[in-house]
């Protein structure tokens, strides 16, 4: 779970720095790059929380 904690602490990080970018610059790439950035670790959340779950079955 230390792994999924880094890497939400990661994510808001870049989010944070992409988003004061954009407010410099004003480029409008910059709010692209946020997008796929809270995309991809959305997917990749559902994934962990659908391999915990499985995880889980199996035990059982």
């Given at each position: 779970?230390?792994?999924?904690?880094?890497?939400?602490?990661?994510?808001?990080?870049?989010?944070?720095?992409?988003?004061?970018?954009?407010?410099?610059t004003?480029?409008?790439?910059?709010?692209?790059?946020?997008?796929?950035?809270?995309?991809?670790?959305?997917?990749?959340?559902?994934?962990?929380?659908?391999?915990?779950?499985?995880?889980?079955v199996?035990?059982?």
């Amino acid at each position: 779970m230390a792994i999924i904690r880094l890497t939400i602490v990661l994510v808001f990080l870049a989010s944070l720095v992409l988003l004061a970018l954009y407010l410099v610059t004003r480029n409008q790439r910059y709010l692209t790059l946020v997008k796929k950035i809270l995309t991809y670790t959305g997917w990749m959340l559902v994934v962990v929380f659908l391999l915990y779950l499985i995880a889980r079955v199996i035990r059982l």
